[in-house]
């Protein structure tokens, strides 16, 4: 059985990325092959790709989560962080539908 890639402490403070050993990069992809980037830029997608793109990802979510190496795990976590955090920083105003709320 493989070491468990959580952090000492609570697990559940600690974000998927902070689990993955590789998320920093170090093993994602060798930096010399490329200008180390992978895909396009999510600034540079149009609102349609944007989207298409972030569904590719949600949809192939659970499979990279149970069965890819830890370097795809590590490039599907950076690359779908990039892709949200550019639809969000689109739509800062987006429609919350309150069935989908919770009271604290």
Do not use: K
């Not at 000492?8 to 990069?25: K, L, V, Y």
């Not at 944007?50 to 069965?67: G, K, Q």
């Amino acid at each position: 059985m493989t070491e468990s890639v959580r952090q000492t402490g609570d697990p559940r403070d600690a974000s998927p990325e902070q689990r993955m050993p590789e998320w920093d990069g170090d093993h994602v992809h060798d930096p010399s092959a490329d200008d180390g980037v992978l895909g396009v830029d999510p600034a540079e997608l149009a609102d349609e790709d944007l989207i298409r793109e972030v569904r590719s990802l949600h949809r192939t979510r659970l499979d990279t989560l149970r069965h890819a190496a830890d370097s795809a795990l590590a490039n599907h976590l950076r690359r779908t962080a990039e892709l949200e955090t550019e639809y969000l920083a689109r739509h800062p105003g987006r429609e919350v539908d309150p069935a989908r709320l919770r009271e604290v």
